[in-house]
């Protein structure tokens, strides 16, 4: 009776009114429930017989020991003195209901209860997925329920005892499910803060637990294809009349519904989480491939070499003519440019003529009778300095010698040009001192001249030895 | 002659009469074109007869048309594969060490540092490769050989004038691009990634290589062997 009415939800829930629960529940729950260090301390005798190192049966002291051991790891030791105490009443609440005393032996075992509490936690923690479990489960379900829809009598005693049972084992693999995936997700998580150095290797370790995840997902709805089956014959069923039976079935097929989305939700889960391990495994790679780009150009920078030219004079600045060398063994790379051939049509434009330009000529009109002065004067003086040039060189010619002087102060009246005077002197002189057949001296006597005081001229005589 | 024509038929279209010259040119000089706005028809030129003009090179030239990238980093070039190495040796180009070596620290002051966005503006990258406390050392050395508390006038051109040849000769290759109103205001572009590529296999291998020339350091202090032709100076 108290498996019925803790297996099913309570009216009250339904209709909202104040809840009732079985006073032994009440009085007890706190000794049905064990405190963390007592579940674990049940745990380690479990485990221990499990493993065989203790017997089914033991003696007090292997419980006292146990005891000691879950204190000391959860850091609850007692005071010197208060240990015993401690311990005794330890024992004594483990007695209630997880531990059962052969009084005649004086030896302790632990109860059924303490078993299946063992049991449960384990399962609950360490769900061992087995798709092909359920899908025998599933069959067994669909076979016995086969038989069980006759009386009221047999769909209840399917629904308490198949149903239940199974439901049990189909919900802790779906929490197994769960529970790897959270447990992929806090890893993914712990990468991510940590940066551990072997983070590529744990990536792929978290990848490939999600894709067993999700093909376990996959089998596992493959497996619950049998609820179909379930709910045919339950709609099939000639006891649809009673009220039980329909309030039944509507909890068979919430479950049903549950299951089926909390499998969505895997896989749901599993492609939310699949994009971001793949950007983690895209900041890693560029994260790798960045660092690697640095210690290339580091290594670059490091290892080539350069060897100085002599100093290059540009426009505004002067430089080293520098040649670098790359590291040893590291080659310059080729790309491929055929410029040589394409420049080769540059000179197919020499054969034609360059296109006339027109330039413009911007002139200073204002100053335009000034320059045309100026040029005609240059003009004028280089013809009187040719006249006077060509006169001295056919008198001496002609006459044995002359003497430059005279010709010097006669231009300088006549014309009253210094310059054009200085000129026809160094042109004469010039033309004579290398012509064949003359002889020209210079003597440190000064040739004045009356009309010209201010001004003198060493005595120049060009003599023609011909003649 | 039939199958030839329909085998090479983007050179009867129109767009072909505007564009093919300058494509072909681009890519025969060795440029990276892509689809930024300054080479955006081109670009779409070739990508619209990719096939056909992948052809064209191979058949008549020997060179393998390549695309790398997606939508806007996708860029085209034409590179020597190991068939094609050997036949067309002679169009072959050395990228030199200076470039390469201002190439590399390009990408890693733009993709890796991430110290401009866009627009880089000349005179700061100059002032930035001068200054990082990380390479600086290495750079004065290189090109000046001096610290650069040391350097005297000609050294500080010396290096302006790497950087600025460096950008020039990247902007050929249309792995940057300057901006036509400012020559000193230049954009990175994805071609730019055919530097990774050129360099994968050291890059992928650095570690191992560091340890190699640390282990070669160690046995000989520093001096490398020198095999008949292979010295550098």
Redesign the interface.
Known sequence: MLMEQLSLIPPALRTGRQLHFPKILRDRYDLLVPRQEEGLIILAIFQKVRAGTIERTFPERVIVETIKQVFLELGMASARGEETQKYDETLHRLLRHFLDKNLEEKTYQLSSYAENFCDMLEREVHTAINPSQIQKTFNDLVLLLGLKLETMDDFRHWYHTQFFKHKSDIGSQLRGLQAQIEDTIDQLNDLVKNEQDNFREMLIGCEALLDRIKEQADKLSSAFSSKDDIKQLLDDATLAEEFEFREMKREVRIYFKDIEQRLINVSVTIDRIKPKINKLYNDFEKRD??R?????????????????GR?KK?IG????E?E?????G?Q????????S??TGMDYMQLLEPPPIVVQQQNWDEEDLHRQAELRRSQIARDKLVAHWCDLIADDAQHKKKINFGEYYFKILQKENDYEAAVKVATETLREFAKKDGFEVTVSEDMQLDSKHPYTGIWKMQIRNTVS | MEDANKKYGFLETEEAENLFADLD?AL???QHVQNYPHQVELFNFLEKYEEEMRLYYRNL?K?NLAGKGTDYTRYF????DDESRGI?KS????????Y??LG??L??IH??DKYFINDIYVPDLIQLIKSND??KN??YN????RREKEAT???E??I???IRNALKEFER?GWTHFDPRNKDLFEIMPSID?L?S??SY???N??R??DE?NTITEKTGGL?AVEEGDA??
């Open positions: 491939f960045d690697k780009i640095e210690s290339f150009l580091l290594y670059m920078l490091k290892n080539s070499t350069s060897k100085f100093a540009l600045r002067t430089v080293h520098v670098v060398f790359l590291p040893k590291m310059p790379k080729e790309y491929y440019s055929d410029r051939r394409l | 040119f025969k000089s060795g030239f060179v070039y034409l590179d020597m067309v169009r072959a180009k050395k990228l030199s060490p200076e390469t070596l590399i620290l990408l890693k993709r890796i990380e390479y290495f750079i290189l090109f000046a050989k006038e000609i050294d051109s010396t302006d004038e790497w290759l055919r990774f050129m360099y050291e890059i992928h650095i570690d290589l560091i020339t490398y550098q100076d």
